[in-house]
């Protein structure tokens, strides 16, 4: 499938909430391909709907080869743990930027999968947090809205000068 080009920040696109998917079909699963293909290309280890310009609520993981594809459809936070942990963050759309941010270290969370079958889950540390970061992204919450506006702003700051 092809690698399709990622909306860079600041694109108000990513900061737009998605609508969920209603369409269970080959449209789809192609849709989910693509975003793979184009994650590994990034590379990065999660892509959504938005990053690519599409407002729909579809999250693609791969943490490691090993551990394997997790396609997420209209994912959503269900409970997530009161004990937090710091975890360095960027995204694909954003490419050389990175800042430590807080989040809760476990949650539990639904989503369907391509084929429409609903499903409940537990994640803890690295995978929490991806999940977390990318439910954000689909909800219109663009990683940098969780730092400080003093970090945020040194950041947008440093994106700016990388992108000349």
């Not at 080009?5 to 693509?34: H, K, N, T, W």
């Not at 490419?95 to 409940?120: C, L, W």
Request: glycine share 8%.
């Amino acid at each position: 499938m092809p690698v399709r080009p990622i909306i860079r920040f600041p694109s108000p696109l990513l900061q737009s909430a998605c609508a969920p998917v209603g369409a269970f079909d080959d449209g789809l699963s192609g849709l989910a391909e693509d975003l793979l293909d184009t994650m590994r290309a990034a590379p990065g280890v999660g892509i959504t709907g938005p990053h690519i310009g599409i407002l729909k609520r579809i999250v693609v993981i791969e943490l490691s080869r090993q551990d394997g594809v997790r396609t997420y459809i209209n994912p959503q936070l269900l409970w997530s743990s009161e004990e937090t942990m710091r975890h360095m963050e960027g995204s694909v759309s954003m490419p050389g930027i990175t800042e430590e941010i807080v989040r809760p270290k476990a949650i539990r969370f639904s989503y369907q999968d391509v084929n429409g079958a609903m499903h409940e889950e537990q994640a803890e540390d690295f995978l929490a947090i991806c999940i977390q970061h990318e439910i954000d992204q689909l909800d219109g919450i663009f990683w940098l809205q969780r730092l400080s506006k003093l970090k945020r702003d040194r950041l947008i700051k440093k994106w700016e000068k990388l992108r000349r």
